[in-house]
Structure formats: structure tokens, C-alpha cells
Nanobody, 123 residues
């Protein structure tokens, strides 16, 4: 069982990217999903969460109103739509899946982590 992130890249300020997080080997519908990011020299930051039903979401203040989390359980994939990107959004973005816990900070509350995808916002 593993998680794979995709969709990162280089984008200009004000641009958009859509990250995908695909679970292989099990059904995504059994898991709450969180997105984290880590910029160089900074701690990993939790930025968004969605519960397994998709009817409960969380956003950090830094991304509220610009990022949208969603999931398509039929495709075994969760998404993070990122709009109006800013240079301070530059980081490696990770998704994590937890069967038991919703939207926790502690990394050991998650069953699976992806390998990360780089997002760079620069002109």
C-alpha cells in the first residue's frame, strides 16, 4: 500500500496548480486525508484535511480562501487545488492517510505518507 503525490511544478505568482494524492493497494474511502508542506529550514506544516466522507474539511489560515481540498473515492484520489499562489507557498507538499484519526498534527497518527511533490512559486 502506498500514496503517490503528483501535480507539483514551477508556477508564477498568482497562478494555480492541482495536486493529486493517489492511494494504491487499498480503498481511499477508508481514510481521512491531510496535506502538509515543508519549506527549507521550516517545520512540516499541516495545511488542509478532508474526512473520509468528504463533508468535513480544514484549512490553515495561510491557505484559507486560496486552496480547496477534495476527494474522488471512485478514483482513489484526493486533490488539493491551489489558486492565487504566492512565493511563500514554495515547499514540498505531502499527503498523508489515516484510518483512525482526522486531521492530526502528529505524523505517527497517519498510516501512510507520500514521497512529496515540489511546488515552486517564482517569477
Amino acid at each position: 500500500v502506498w500514496l503517490t503525490e503528483s501535480g507539483g511544478g514551477l508556477v508564477q505568482p498568482g497562478g494555480s496548480l492541482r495536486l493529486a494524492c493517489t492511494l494504491s493497494g487499498q480503498k481511499l474511502e477508508y481514510y481521512h486525508i491531510s496535506w502538509f508542506r515543508q519549506a527549507p529550514g521550516n517545520d512540516r506544516q499541516k495545511i488542509s484535511c478532508i474526512n473520509y466522507g468528504g463533508d468535513n474539511t480544514y484549512y490553515a489560515d495561510s491557505v484559507q480562501g486560496r486552496f480547496t481540498i477534495s476527494r474522488d473515492n471512485a478514483k482513489n484520489t484526493a486533490f488539493l487545488q491551489m489558486d492565487d499562489l504566492k512565493p511563500e507557498d514554495t515547499a514540498i507538499y505531502y499527503c498523508a492517510a489515516s484510518m483512525m484519526y482526522y486531521c492530526k498534527e502528529y505524523e505517527r497518527r497517519y498510516n501512510y505518507w507520500g514521497q512529496g511533490t515540489q511546488v515552486t512559486v517564482s517569477s
